[in-house]
């Protein structure tokens, strides 16, 4: 506390507010991912897939359009 110029209580206040911040910040994260999830698995219950071979293709092309960015002068 004394290195930071602090008192204990502000250093335990600023602890706190980091730590609700914290918590905030995986519960909206988490919020998210599932979200994601839930539109994945109504994508595939409605059919709307994509083949290994689309996703490797795709996969390639990505690649292909990333390495070319960065040797690019």
């Not at 930071?4 to 519960?27: H, I, P, T």
């Not at 999830?37 to 409605?46: E, L």
Request: charged share 30%; no cysteine.
């Amino acid at each position: 506390a004394k290195a930071r110029d602090r008192s204990g209580a502000q250093l335990l206040r600023d602890f706190m507010r980091q730590f609700v911040q914290s918590q905030q910040d995986a519960a909206a994260h988490d919020a998210w991912f599932r979200e994601q999830v839930q539109i994945g698995i109504d994508s595939a219950a409605a059919g709307e897939l994509l083949s290994a071979e689309e996703v490797e293709a795709e996969a390639e092309a990505w690649r292909a359009e990333t390495l070319r960015k960065i040797s690019a002068p």
